[in-house]
């Protein structure tokens, strides 16, 4: 088990097996130390943790755990492509969507919720820019997708 597998561990997480895309995608790709995901949902084992707009269907809170299980699935992601998390070197990049009701505007809150997974499962490797962004709607009605951009060892 890696360094990163064992923080989340303690933590109370587990990475989980690696989220089946819902289109003509693959779940992550890596050019040169750049690993790429896809956007990632809030599914466990193909459900959705929640569904619908944040900021009326879906809460603030419940929205932040969302953010927090599409941080592992891109984790999962990770993982599928180089094997051992501990060759992460920089979390370089976070982007987050949230499908915002009309008026929300509280979208880097619920992306906290990926930010503070990316922190723990990495450290002060895990700490990185980001853009939360307020989207109309998401595949699959889906309130929160992240994608992210690690660099890693050779």
């Known amino acids: 088990m890696s360094s990163v597998e064992a923080r989340l561990t303690e933590a109370g997480h587990a990475v989980p097996a690696v989220a089946i895309p819902v289109a003509a995608y693959i779940p992550a790709v ?17 459900t959705l943790l929640a569904t619908g707009l944040v900021g009326s269907d879906v809460d603030e809170a419940t929205a932040k755990v969302c953010a927090q299980q599409a941080a592992l699935n891109a984790i999962a992601a990770i993982k599928s492509v180089i ?65 992210v951009i690690v660099e890693v060892a050779d």
Not at 30 to 46: A, D, K, M, Y
Not at 96 to 114: E, K, L, R
Request: no cysteine.
């Open 83 to 147: 094997g051992d998390l501990d060759k992460v070197v920089r979390v370089v990049k976070v982007v987050g969507f949230v499908a915002s009701a009309p008026g929300f505007t509280a979208q880097p809150a619920v992306i906290n919720g990926a930010s503070e997974t990316f922190g723990l499962a990495f450290g002060d490797a895990g700490i990185h820019a980001r853009s939360a962004v307020g989207v109309a709607a998401l595949p699959i009605n889906a309130p929160v997708e992240v994608e």
């Open 30 to 46: 890596r050019t040169g130390n750049l690993i790429f995901t896809s956007g990632q949902l809030p599914s466990v084992e193909g």
